[in-house]
């Protein structure tokens, strides 16, 4: 495990990002994301998509000079076609609409369409924050692992939400969850491990647990509180992908297996300015006192404290600004290759 | 058992409700939502709960001649402040003023104060659609049942979701679900037949399952998948309640308990209009084909079918229109009961 400076890390996936002939503009704001994704502990979600992501630009998979641009426009809502660029561009061209849009109309729903994976669903929730509004960020994710509840053709996805609320002197809340038990990097992560997986996170084709994650092939993820959270992927697949011509279902390209093909991924994001509602000060004391009463509650036995979504992340971050950023030596070494292929220099540790 | 037809249920409720002075426009707004909840299956959301509400009018516990107006208006977004009506007046008001905003901005987003117990969260979800909207709902919970995760102290409630989309030839798509494995309403049925409930609806205050419904006061509810449920219950009251100026967490008044307190009950209903995104029939025609697409889906060992929320709803709807709602002897003679108080005609059997 090395450590790296997150401004180092930064500089690194800019540089690559540039020498794949990225405008510079956009890879900044690439970089910058992508190293956010792992300040905040995403550590699934950040450089380690680095590679991935480089195979697609390279197969021609992904526009390097996409257009997006409005393709409706009503004020409060818009729809935004992201020309197939890098998701992380695209969403983070919709996020800066829907807080502009959310300042003038107390709220602003803003569809894509025509993008890509865009990292964590958190980065997006979060973006609002420093307005003093409230993000929403709803996904189709990148591969279907999930089958309608009782059924076994995989037609769905962990459709992550992420909510992010404002407070004053507590960490922000932050959410961000799949709308399954465990979300698929997490099987990989315990094959690769040779571990087992706990029995409530897949079942095979014939509605056994699965927990040995090598056969993770045979079986599917199950959804939070079964038919729920199957409904919840639903209609979030559907307002981030159908309702925007994305892709949904049987449509959804799996972005592990296919670098090439358009993948039409769909968000949405909604910004909530608390302005329009309150008193922003008194809304967010509001929130320290929630989050506070939540943590004072008694623990069950085998806890040792009660959390809010968000907080975990809040302490990594603050560590992560100090000590570095760590980066296991299979990710290392991969980037090494990675700076080599593309002719720039490799990520330095700090 | 009896059977009543849905026109005789929505005519008497609307004669109680005028026999006990709410003003007639008002009681047939009521009685029309309280009767569609029970055509929709809602058996536990609709007139089974008028004893409760005349209780809370009789006591003083909710006010009769409403001022239900805007706090705040910025034309997407509005803040609803509903003097303490009878909460499916307040959310009916705030629903209608929600599609005549999408309409013009697309999207619409209206929170809501001071406002009371709405009846099943499907209600508000589904009013959008005669317009070709899809309509989401969210409610803070009228009694706390649910700790934070890995504490103690019930500080949240049920919260729950409902999200309507609409279809062509297919039902429409009516998620309608709470935040917890089970509501509590269910243990309290299963209580009353003397049954057990499944593992994983409930723990008591060690973290041990509680199966004995008769125990339910010494354990509480459990989210859907652990810690994401109470994430999502926490911010679903951050933004039904908090942002709204409504009850949340600790303030939130247990109305089975207490029927004078004024509950300050919170929600916020979004309309978007679909044709602001897409053409409106090509939409429809796209949620037909993902639902026939679920539909198709090889079933697991044990499932007959594959189904999409809103469905079952659907057909009990159907069979309701036509042969009646069902009324159990314990709930008619509670109705007769209050019939006879209020000096007005009992409810026929069709």
Redesign the interface.
């Given at each position: 495990m090395r450590s790296v400076s997150h401004h180092q890390l930064e500089a690194f996936v800019r540089r690559c990002l540039v020498a794949l002939k990225m405008p510079e503009r956009h890879a900044t704001i690439v970089a910058a994301l992508m190293t956010d994704a792992d300040l905040n502990g995403s550590d699934g979600h950040g450089v380690f998509r680095l590679p991935q992501y480089v195979k697609r630009i390279r197969s021609g998979g992904l526009n390097l000079q996409p257009n997006i641009h409005l393709a409706?426009d009503?004020?409060?809502?818009?729809?935004v076609d992201g020309d197939n660029g890098m998701g992380h561009l695209v969403m983070h061209f919709a996020t800066e609409l829907a807080m502009e849009r959310a300042g003038?109309?107390?709220?602003?729903?803003v569809?894509v369409r025509h993008s890509n994976h865009a990292g964590p669903a958190a980065l997006y929730a979060r973006m609002p924050l420093k307005r003093d509004m409230?993000g929403i960020y709803v996904a189709v994710g990148s591969a279907n692992h999930l089958?309608?509840?009782?059924?076994?053709?995989m037609?769905l996805s962990t459709n992550p939400i992420a909510?992010a609320?404002p407070s004053n002197e507590e960490p922000p809340?932050v959410?961000d969850?799949?709308t399954t038990?465990a979300a698929y990097g997490k099987v990989k992560t315990a094959a690769q491990r040779g571990e087992q997986i706990p029995e409530g996170w897949m079942?095979d084709?014939?509605?056994n647990p699965l927990t040995d994650p090598a056969r993770a092939n045979e079986g599917f993820l199950l959804p939070?509180?079964g038919?729920?959270?199957y409904?919840?992927s639903?209609?979030f697949?559907?307002?981030a992908g159908?309702?925007?011509?994305a892709a949904?279902?049987?449509d959804v390209v799996d972005f592990n297996a296919d670098s090439m093909s358009f993948t039409n991924t769909g968000h949405f994001v909604?910004a909530?300015?608390?302005e329009?509602?309150?008193d922003i000060a008194a809304?967010k004391r509001?929130?320290d006192a929630?989050i506070r009463?939540?943590?004072?509650?008694?623990?069950?036995?085998?806890?040792d404290?009660?959390?809010?979504?968000g907080e975990r992340s809040f302490q990594v971050r603050c560590q992560r600004e100090r000590s570095g950023i760590p980066i296991p030596d299979a990710l290392f070494d991969s980037l090494a290759a990675l700076a080599e292929s593309l002719d720039t220099e490799m990520l330095s540790e700090s």
């Amino acid at each position: 495990m090395r450590s790296v400076s997150h401004h180092q890390l930064e500089a690194f996936v800019r540089r690559c990002l540039v020498a794949l002939k990225m405008p510079e503009r956009h890879a900044t704001i690439v970089a910058a994301l992508m190293t956010d994704a792992d300040l905040n502990g995403s550590d699934g979600h950040g450089v380690f998509r680095l590679p991935q992501y480089v195979k697609r630009i390279r197969s021609g998979g992904l526009n390097l000079q996409p257009n997006i641009h409005l393709a409706e426009d009503k004020g409060a809502m818009a729809l935004v076609d992201g020309d197939n660029g890098m998701g992380h561009l695209v969403m983070h061209f919709a996020t800066e609409l829907a807080m502009e849009r959310a300042g003038e109309h107390g709220v602003s729903w803003v569809g894509v369409r025509h993008s890509n994976h865009a990292g964590p669903a958190a980065l997006y929730a979060r973006m609002p924050l420093k307005r003093d509004m409230i993000g929403i960020y709803v996904a189709v994710g990148s591969a279907n692992h999930l089958p309608p509840w009782g059924g076994t053709e995989m037609l769905l996805s962990t459709n992550p939400i992420a909510v992010a609320i404002p407070s004053n002197e507590e960490p922000p809340i932050v959410l961000d969850m799949a709308t399954t038990v465990a979300a698929y990097g997490k099987v990989k992560t315990a094959a690769q491990r040779g571990e087992q997986i706990p029995e409530g996170w897949m079942i095979d084709e014939l509605g056994n647990p699965l927990t040995d994650p090598a056969r993770a092939n045979e079986g599917f993820l199950l959804p939070i509180g079964g038919p729920k959270g199957y409904g919840l992927s639903l209609v979030f697949g559907l307002l981030a992908g159908t309702l925007n011509g994305a892709a949904f279902g049987k449509d959804v390209v799996d972005f592990n297996a296919d670098s090439m093909s358009f993948t039409n991924t769909g968000h949405f994001v909604v910004a909530l300015a608390v302005e329009a509602f309150s008193d922003i000060a008194a809304f967010k004391r509001n929130v320290d006192a929630a989050i506070r009463s939540m943590k004072a509650s008694p623990t069950l036995p085998g806890f040792d404290a009660v959390r809010v979504p968000g907080e975990r992340s809040f302490q990594v971050r603050c560590q992560r600004e100090r000590s570095g950023i760590p980066i296991p030596d299979a990710l290392f070494d991969s980037l090494a290759a990675l700076a080599e292929s593309l002719d720039t220099e490799m990520l330095s540790e700090s």
